[in-house]
């Protein structure tokens, strides 16, 4: 598996996540910087073949989409179509730490809402 395009696309849903409740809250990008660094560095996925580390292709992915303002829809979207390419390939490992990730994400301002609840349940449906 192209793990290196995994974290890209996961970079994707925590947008997503972020975006799910109408705005970006400084309260939630905290909280995604420091579950990418506490859940994403120790995998060993997290390293390609030259020792880089793939988390950083995550947090470079959401500040991208954060600066240029892409909607929801678009960065879910690539997500979920990565998913169903390569969704018997990804690790359980990867599965539960991405849905971690979203979680406490979604969570980090007034809990989770409906809208970020439903894109959560999208996410752990598609990931079976």
């Not at 793990?3 to 109408?22: C, H, K, M, S, V």
């Not at 959401?62 to 240029?68: A, G, I, Y």
């Not at 998913?83 to 980090?108: F, S, Y």
């Amino acid at each position: 598996m192209n793990y290196r395009q995994y974290f890209i696309e996961l970079g994707n849903l925590a947008y997503a996540i972020t975006l799910a409740n109408g705005k970006i809250y400084k309260e939630e990008s905290d909280v995604f910087y420091k579950m990418i660094k506490s859940h994403l560095k120790p995998l060993k996925e997290s390293c390609d073949e030259q020792g880089v580390d793939n988390e950083f292709l995550t947090e470079f992915i959401f500040n991208t989409l954060k600066e240029n303002e892409v909607g929801l829809e678009s960065a879910l979207d690539s997500y979920m179509d990565f998913v169903d390419k390569n969704k018997n390939i990804i690790t359980e490992n990867l599965k539960r730490v991405t849905i971690e990730i979203i979680e406490e994400v979604a969570g980090a301002y007034n809990g989770i809402e409906d809208s970020e609840r439903t894109l959560i349940e999208q996410v752990k449906q598609k990931l079976g």
